[in-house]
């Protein structure tokens, strides 16, 4: 069985022999394609055996049978592991985070649909009523030639209290979630969104974009806040730094809500269930014909 992940890899099918079902993997958003391009890369999705998508919303038009698992986390990977006070603090005194006002983290990669502007006028307003520090970590993804200029571009928006950093580095973004009192992730097009179930699995309340699969994480007001404008990403941030009861209570239910949904062991399940009927079929289609 061959499982291909994202567009990039997709015509790989068309250069090798199939000894098995071969499976594509799509984690981006699929409500609103370019539709050349996708016109163009229906007669190569058909070649395969299936078709994984993150979210039902997300179906196309195509001959291909099509199956929804939302993707989950490893707990045990440096990113999400436990962390002790010693080693976040290590961490954040490595890149000179300060940490003597509450921090609004922000996690993602350089790419205008993660709105990393928006935070940043967002945080703008919000540190009018509350003292906070805003820290956006990022890395630009080698497959978008505009995340580099993104990246330049936000450089000019650096201040004492806004702090915009670019780095590989799973334990950095594992000390930065856990210390944090707000994390963001204000996308405005989200093909499920990773890094907010990160976040919540740390137990740290996030503010995300009502977009993609962020609305199938947060539930608005009970483990977390799901935004559609500047403001009201603001009006939450200066929310829940006033209020630590707010914050420790939704931390709690994030971190429970992904314990239930968004880890491995479910999403192993999904594909042993898909492995398993391709094995009964593919033992059936091999049965002598009588």
């Not at 979210?55 to 990113?79: G, H, S, V």
């Not at 930065?176 to 969104?193: C, D, N, P, T």
């Not at 890094?195 to 503010?207: F, L, N, S």
């Not at 200066?238 to 999403?267: C, S, W």
Request: with cysteine; proline share 5%; hydrophobic share 40%.
């Amino acid at each position: 069985m061959v499982i291909i992940h994202d567009p990039q890899p997709l015509p790989m099918i068309k250069h090798y022999k199939k000894n098995g079902p071969w499976i594509w993997r799509c984690h981006i958003d699929l409500t609103n394609p370019n539709k050349e391009l996708w016109n163009y890369l229906v007669p190569t999705v058909e070649k395969y055996d299936a078709v994984i998508l993150s979210l039902k919303e997300y179906a196309q038009n195509i001959k291909t049978p099509q199956l929804f698992f939302m993707p989950a986390i490893d707990p045990f990977k440096i990113k999400n592991r436990e962390m002790s006070e010693e080693e976040i603090k290590e961490r954040l005194d490595h890149y000179g985070i300060p940490t003597d006002l509450p921090l609004v983290v922000q996690i993602s990669r350089f790419d205008r649909w993660k709105d990393p502007q928006g935070v940043i006028e967002a945080f703008k307003l919000a540190r009018k009523e509350v003292d906070c520090t805003f820290l956006l970590l990022g890395n630009v993804a080698t497959d978008d030639p505009e995340g580099s200029d993104l990246f330049e571009s936000l450089l000019d928006c650096r201040e004492e209290r806004i702090i915009i950093l670019s780095h590989q580095d799973s334990a950095l973004v594992n000390a930065l979630q856990r210390r944090a009192a707000v994390v963001v992730q204000k996308s405005i097009r989200e093909g499920f969104g990773l890094t907010v179930t990160e976040a919540m699995w740390k137990g740290t309340p996030v503010i995300g974009g009502n977009v993609g699969g962020i609305r199938y994480q947060i539930e608005d007001g009970v483990n977390g806040f799901l935004v559609s404008s500047v403001e009201e990403t603001a009006g939450r941030i200066v929310r829940l730094i006033k209020d630590q009861k707010l914050r420790e209570e939704m931390g709690r239910r994030a971190k429970e809500t992904v314990r239930k949904k968004f880890l491995l062991n479910r999403y192993l399940e999904e594909y042993l269930d898909l492995f398993g009927a391709f094995e009964t079929i593919y033992r059936l289609t091999a049965l002598p014909k009588f």
